[in-house]
């Protein structure tokens, strides 16, 4: 199964986790949860915190890999995955962070047409001269 990059990086933390925690590992190790369901999830989550008129939203590495153990811990969690679009960007220290984006905001914005000069420019004035002041 191939991975997104923001998968991987989820999987290769939870991976060390249970290599680190036994008790973890059995919960990781649950038939009903993947990866790409736990990555929406965490979207989801964090779509859920972005307050209202905000277009974007950033979350620490450590914010991330807490809903990413949180998924694996509880049974009941219901995944809806994000209603707008998600990107993955990179942190400065090379760590994974997500962002959320509001399209809607995007699709209502209008192409705005070129304005024309109020100014109409007389034909009959000859260019200005580039003379050098010294």
């Not at 450590?62 to 998600?86: M, R, T």
């Not at 699709?107 to 260019?127: A, F, G, L």
């Amino acid at each position: 199964m191939e991975f997104t990059p923001f998968e991987t990086a989820i999987k290769t933390y939870l991976d060390k986790r249970a290599q680190e925690d036994p008790q973890f590992a059995t919960t990781y190790a649950k038939p009903n949860k993947s990866i790409a369901e736990c990555c929406k999830y965490i979207f989801q989550e964090v779509e859920k915190g972005k307050k209202k008129g905000e277009r974007c939203v950033g979350v620490s590495d450590d914010e991330v890999y807490g809903l990413a153990v949180h998924y694996y811990d509880e049974d009941d969690i219901v995944i809806v995955g994000p209603v707008n679009k998600v990107a993955v960007a990179q942190s400065t220290t090379a760590n994974e962070e997500t962002t959320s984006e509001d399209t809607s905001t995007e699709t209502k914005r209008k192409t705005r047409k070129p304005r024309k000069s109020k100014v109409e420019v007389d034909p009959n004035i000859p260019e200005p001269l580039d003379i050098p002041i010294f």
